[in-house]
């Protein structure tokens, strides 16, 4: 089977590929990078945070680590059922499934929300940068979009901002420097990063 990542509609896939190479990306400038999302990307190499521990093992101060730790806590809501939500997962092949993933995910949230869920995701990535004599290194909260050639995403990135998981302010207040990247696949094995940050 041959399959055209150019026109894959699975946004998990898409997203993966994406999260790679912004790990790269983040890499080659010098930042130490740790996996905060739940994502398969870990089992490619990346270290995953998956405890408290491992958050405290990065040096932060109590400050981030606390603001770190309520993702944690969103983390111990319970997911749906399979007869819990009014419509299954969408199929990527439908013809309308940006729309059916749009209302699916809405639907996924309210049923979260209802447990507590404090309406904030995980960020993709926590990172450290490097620092010197005078300055502390910057710490970086980290998300992560991936966009194809002719996608809408693709054509607005301010449509991308108001979709960060989780307050940039808040973030900042914590003492977190927060990083969207955007990671556009082009044609031929090429691809383009755009950073933005707050």
Known sequence: ?????????????????????????????????????????????????????????????????????????????????????????????????????????????????KQGWTGEERWDFVGVGYGSRNKPPPVYVIEVKTTRPGSRRQRSISALKPKLPGDPDRAKEAGFTPLLIVVHLLDSWKFEVIELSW
């Open 1 to 113: 089977m041959i399959v055209n990542l150019l026109k894959e509609r699975d946004s998990q896939i898409i997203g993966t590929i994406g999260e790679i190479l912004a790990w790269g990306y983040l890499s080659k400038k010098g930042i130490s990078i740790r996996l905060f999302g739940q994502s398969p990307v870990g089992i490619f190499g990346i270290p995953v945070i998956d405890s408290l521990q491992a958050i405290r093992d990065l040096g932060l101060d109590e400050r981030r680590t606390a603001y770190l730790e309520t993702f944690e806590k969103n983390s111990l809501v319970r997911p749906p059922g399979p007869s819990e939500l009014s419509m299954e997962r969408p199929n990527p092949n439908d013809p309308d499934y940006e729309e059916k993933w749009a209302r699916y995910c809405e639907e996924y949230r309210e049923f979260l929300r």
